[in-house]
């Protein structure tokens, strides 16, 4: 069973920067596609970012050049680096896996952890 749990939320100030991590337990991590979302209350959940189990990844437009997402496979964890922080990156950031698959859509990824708040102050 994979369990995945994001931490590094916080409080933030516009312009700042603020790295998320998510654990992931279960076996055959390095064969897992990781995504980030993030969902603000009331809208749909929006992707982020995905990394492949071979370091490949790729971003939505409106974190392009701002988020990187990096993994360690000996560790069994993704990051998410967000630089440059904007008001409207508020959301609660959810990290997501699926086994052998490249997609950033929300309903093909198969475990989900609980999400973190990130809040960025203008």
């Known amino acids: 069973q994979v369990q995945l749990v994001e931490s590094g939320g916080g409080l933030v100030q516009a312009g700042d920067s603020l790295r998320l991590s998510c654990s992931f337990s279960?076996?055959?991590?390095?064969?897992?596609?990781v995504g980030w979302f993030r969902q603000v209350q009331g809208k749909e959940r929006e992707f982020v970012g995905r990394?492949?189990?071979?370091?490949?990844?790729a971003y939505a437009d409106s974190v392009k050049g701002r988020f990187t997402i990096f993994r360690d496979n000996a560790k069994n964890v993704v990051y998410l680096q967000m630089n440059s922080l904007k008001p409207e990156d508020t959301a609660v950031y959810y990290c997501?896996?699926?086994?052998?698959?490249?997609?950033?859509?929300?309903?093909?990824?198969?475990?989900w952890g609980q999400g973190t708040q990130v809040t960025v102050s203008s």
């Open positions: 279960g076996r055959h991590f390095p064969t897992y596609a």
């Open positions: 997501a896996a699926v086994q052998g698959r490249n997609t950033d859509k929300s309903y093909e990824y198969e475990y």
């Open positions: 990394i492949l189990w071979s370091g490949w990844d």
